[in-house]
């Protein structure tokens, strides 16, 4: 009988370390809407990586494809609301007429700018470090951020279908205009004074509000860049080499 209690109880710890590793993962999409004629497309994926009892942390792996971006460094963000379930709405054109000075905070000069989407999207909860294009345009980025336990990324707390992407940076030939109040030099725009072409890296050139997906809907995994490729092919034929030379020895 203490064989066949052993097994039972070895039997129940392994479903239970099963259960207890399987991953609590929710997968996000957000579609690119191209804001100040940009000409910015793509998606933006988030998987949200929950608790397990074998691992609290949580974690957010942001995944950005896209592409007709001004190649080098963009900012790019999440953005959303802090207050329980209030969700972020896209600046896009049923909602907001970059040209209609009618409406509340539109200053009517054709752009969509900063101080233009916060009130729709919110304040930046998480910048995606690092983002950059290459000289065409073109976005690859995986970066996994670490999320604080009932945070305003906890996916388990505030759901992220209610927050929304931003990128931001284009140049114009426009006249920048400083907004003291967020201390930027040139975080806005005169859209009715011309000047010399200058890079604004606050204008919005794409938004979009994150909507639930599938696993299958992700993207692989950035292949590695050539380099490394090299060094572990060479790290691997070491490997092999030495296994040949305990063989022989
Ligand atoms: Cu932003």
């Known amino acids: 009988m203490p064989s066949y209690k052993f097994a039972l109880t070895g039997l129940a710890c392994l479903l239970c370390g099963t259960a207890a590793s399987a991953a609590h993962l929710d997968y996000y999409k957000a579609d690119l809407f191209a804001l100040n004629n940009s000409g910015v497309s793509g998606s933006v994926y988030l ?71 916060v009130p729709f999207y919110g304040p930046i909860l998480l910048t995606f470090e690092g983002l950059s294009a290459n000289a065409n345009g073109k976005v690859v980025y995986d970066r996994e951020f670490d999320i604080a336990d009932g945070g305003p990324l906890d996916d ?75 060094l572990l092919a060479g790290l691997g034929g070491l490997g092999g080499f030495s296994a040949l030379r305990r063989r022989s020895a």
């Open 47 to 117: 998987t949200f990586d929950g608790a397990t009892s074998d691992d609290p942390a949580k974690s957010i792996l942001v995944q950005v494809r896209a592409n007709g971006l001004e190649p080098g460094a963009h900012p790019a963000h999440i953005h959303g609301f802090t207050a329980p379930n209030k969700p972020s709405i896209a600046p896009t054109a049923d909602v907001f007429d970059p040209n209609d000075a009618s409406q509340e905070g539109n200053d009517g000069d054709g752009f969509t700018e900063l101080t233009e989407g």
């Open 156 to 230: 388990d707390v505030y759901k992220l279908f209610n927050r929304e992407t931003v990128l931001h940076g284009l140049t114009t030939e426009f006249a920048p205009v400083a907004v003291p109040s967020l201390g930027l030099p040139n975080g806005d725009i005169d859209g009715f004074t011309a000047a010399d072409p200058n890079y604004n890296a606050v204008l919005p050139i794409a938004t979009a509000k994150f909507e639930t997906t599938t696993a299958d809907m992700m993207p692989a995994p950035v292949p590695l860049p050539a380099s490394a490729l090299l």
